[in-house]
């Protein structure tokens, strides 16, 4: 899979996001067991939830060699290397954001919960909805930006039409 094929910014997006919220989560009083944790990581990566951290570094690696390539382009070979050599380095990082979630969730759902949920993604239903997914997003984030135009439009009237029963003029 290409790197643009992969890489949807709407879900750097939302993985971004994601990363901000647990970064700022509050501790928990007590570590969850780790049969917990381990059954909260696959909800993450069951649910699809990971592939959001997939595109993140790659790219962050391709906005580096641009940004530095720009300004120096005879590097670009010794960076090509470097970057290949440093992948795997970069890509274990992912671990972090990954066991982050799992704690997440771990914290706001019991062991049982979480295993009816990873019985649920591991369903054929379950394996259908993580697939389409991605689809769905994307669809869904088009009819929001017309329908949050329409809302914008609408709530602008309505306020409009309510001032001036008022004696205001917007």
């Not at 939830?49 to 570094?57: I, N, Y």
């Amino acid at each position: 899979m290409s790197f643009t094929a992969a890489f949807n910014p709407r879900s750097a997006l939302a993985a971004a996001a994601i990363a901000l919220a647990l970064s700022t989560a509050p501790a928990l009083a007590q570590q969850p067991a780790a049969t917990h944790l381990a059954v909260a990581r696959e909800v993450v990566v069951a649910s699809g939830l990971s592939r959001s951290f997939e595109a993140m570094v790659p790219q962050f690696m391709e906005q580096m060699k641009s940004s530095l390539l720009t300004t120096r382009p005879e590097i670009t070979k010794d960076l090509n290397e470097v970057l290949a050599k440093l992948k795997p380095e970069f890509e274990s990082q992912r671990e972090d954001i990954l066991n982050a979630a799992a704690r997440t969730f771990a914290g706001r759902m019991s062991e049982p919960e979480l295993k009816d949920v990873a019985a649920f993604y591991k369903s054929a239903s379950g394996q259908k909805y993580v697939s389409v997914q991605p689809q769905v997003m994307d669809d869904l984030f088009g009819q929001m930006q017309a329908w949050s135009q329409r809302l914008s439009e609408f709530m602008i009237g309505r306020v409009r039409a309510e001032m001036k029963t008022r004696g205001v003029q917007l």
